[in-house]
């Protein structure tokens, strides 16, 4: 049987995972947050020490992503922004990108638990992962609007430090990063649909969501 792959992608912050998360469960497909290989990749870069200004540092981080340990991607700590900056910094690495391109392809082909689907969400999953998706989403919204979602998502987490500035500059610093990349950069696949979130709250997102997925999937 032929898996049916749902291919999200768009900036930090859009509301890509959320909607990833809750098309799957809809759907009963399975989910694969790909952000979530970058920052697990990241996070032991951080934890090792690892200097991206260094020479060997590509190579240090390519070994990070060909090691990693499947229990990090669900640990809380690779949410945070520090993690989230290196984690676009991994991710212009070819070598780091190479060695998550197998998983991510295996999940959509394969889901696990006997899926009979599979959501990915990410900058690539559209254009690099899975060029033959079923559907494409193009998740975007104002940079505004993802920076306010991601200082509420922090403050709500207790980040009592957080600083909105600041992570509406984070967040325009790490879509360059992802824009400007030579490997896989963050664009829109020429076949996706794109959806913009800047005035739509959840429920009205999935609510877009679904009415795309019925007149593009049939279902
Ligand atoms: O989606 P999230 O914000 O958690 O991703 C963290 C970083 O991982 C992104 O800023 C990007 O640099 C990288 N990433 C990527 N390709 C993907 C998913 C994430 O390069 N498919």
Do not use: W
Not at 33 to 51: I, Q, S, V
Not at 171 to 194: G, N, W, Y
């Amino acid at each position: 049987m032929t898996s049916t792959v749902i291919a999200i992608d768009g900036p930090a912050a859009a509301g890509k995972g959320t909607l990833a998360k809750q098309l799957a469960a809809h759907f009963d497909f399975a989910h694969l947050d790909t952000g979530a290989l970058y920052r697990a990749t990241a996070f032991e870069a951080l934890a090792a020490g690892l200097n991206p200004e260094s020479p060997d540092f590509d190579a240090a981080a390519t070994d990070c992503a060909k090691t990693l340990n499947a229990v990090i991607l669900n640990d809380p700590a690779i949410r945070r922004d520090d993690v989230g900056q290196m984690a676009s910094k991994v991710a212009v690495i070819p070598g780091v990108r190479a060695a998550l391109l197998d998983f991510q392809r295996q999940f959509a082909s394969h889901p696990p638990s006997g899926k009979a689907g599979a959501v990915l969400d990410g900058r690539d999953v559209g254009t690099v992962i899975c060029p033959q998706a079923d559907l494409k989403l193009f998740i975007t919204a104002s940079d505004a609007a993802r920076a306010r979602r991601r200082y509420e998502e922090l403050v709500a987490r207790g980040d009592t430090g957080a600083d909105y500035g600041q992570v509406l500059a984070d967040l325009i610093a790490r879509d360059k990063r992802d824009s400007e990349r030579a490997a896989a950069p963050l664009s829109q696949a020429a076949d996706a649909v794109l959806l913009d979130t800047t005035e739509l709250d959840i429920e009205a997102a999935l609510k877009a969501a679904l009415k795309i997925c019925a007149a593009r999937l049939g279902q």
